[in-house]
């Protein structure tokens, strides 16, 4: 049997600056296929800038449309917006926060 893994995340994910162009995710992916060649299959649906928004849409429109033994979730840091005051705080505004 081949079990389908699918990712949903940011460019942590996505793999922004990663020297090898994987992310987290497809680094996974390659060391699993190193020790179970054809076991898995991945399916990485990260998108760099995605915010927690972003991502469930994207899991609305792209992984519940498709088979998934596993789903791995890695958003949230787009979602934390630093103002540019003397301070550096937060910024949890309440229209980027999801109900």
């Known amino acids: 049997m081949i079990y389908s893994i699918g990712m949903v995340g940011d460019s942590i994910a996505h ?3 990663d020297s090898e162009d994987l992310g987290f995710f497809l ?3 390659k060391m699993i296929k190193a020790q179970r060649e054809g076991a898995y299959l991945f399916s990485n649906m990260s998108q760099s800038g995605d915010n927690i928004a972003d991502a469930t849409n994207r899991a609305v429109h792209e992984v519940l449309s498709r088979h998934f033994d596993l789903i791995i979730v890695n958003v949230g840091i787009n979602d934390l ?3 540019k005051d003397s301070n550096w705080t937060l910024d949890f ?3 980027d926060v999801l109900a």
């Open 15 to 17: 793999g922004y600056e």
């Open 27 to 29: 680094r996974l992916a």
């Open 81 to 83: 917006r630093r103002r």
């Open 93 to 95: 505004s309440e229209d």
